[in-house]
């Protein structure tokens, strides 16, 4: 575990670096995965508020993740989604898939 | 602006998709771009880089080609590799379309590229390669 994965409760956040692409979303995905194994996680946070890029790989992470939550019954949320990534996630469809947060609940 | 030209090659790791897209919004900085132009054509260079990478080498490590040209307010860009080329270049165009889904590829790639550029065109060979010649006219 390191500072990216964070457990809150049954929530998994994830700190999305500053850019997300096929490099960085290699990671993620087995780190992600590992962390759903060990932990109780009912939920997946990505949390934007440090990524300035993401391309069609974030896309492919994030619904990854939401298949696999789907599966264990849960979900899986984006917060802090600065105006690019949320045209990105407009295009790909992903804000239909995934409840989008405008700040802490 | 008068033309301007440049060339890098670089090897097919994942590491470079960011090197290569920073280095395209650099040379496209001297057209004056708007913030979201940049990003535009940064989102664009790296799904084709990231689809040579993938698809082109399956994950070899072989050399990739970035030529892009300022041409009066438009950038225009060719993204070259030597690897297996598509077979059904239509096919590999239909968004949510693609061959790695064990990879967790979204199939969005080309989809990203023709939104975020004005034009995209596809030339292809299998088991020679495949060349991505994009433009976007930079309004700034």
Known sequence: ????????????????????????????????????????????????????????????????????????????????VNQRIKKIFLLSGLSKMIMIYEQEA | MRENNMMIEFDSRSENEGFARVAVAAFVTLLNPTLEEIEDVKTAVSEAVTNSII????????KILLKAAIKENTIYLEITDYGCGIENIEKAMEPMYTTRPDLERSGMGFAFMEAFMDEIHIESEVNKGTTIYMNKKIMG
Do not use: W
Request: hydrophobic share 40%.
């Open chain 1, 1 to 80: 575990m390191n500072q990216i994965f964070q457990i809150e409760g049954e929530t998994l956040r994830i700190m999305v670096p500053k850019d997300l692409d096929h490099h960085n979303c290699i990671s993620i995905r087995e780190m992600a995965d590992s962390i759903m194994m060990q932990e109780n996680v009912r939920e997946i946070l990505f949390d934007f508020q440090n990524t300035e890029f993401m391309d069609s790989s974030g896309i492919g992470v994030i619904v990854g993740r939401y298949k696999n939550m789907k599966c264990l019954g849960g979900t899986v949320a984006a917060i802090h």
């Open chain 2, 55 to 62: 698809h082109g080498y399956g994950e070899r490590v072989e």
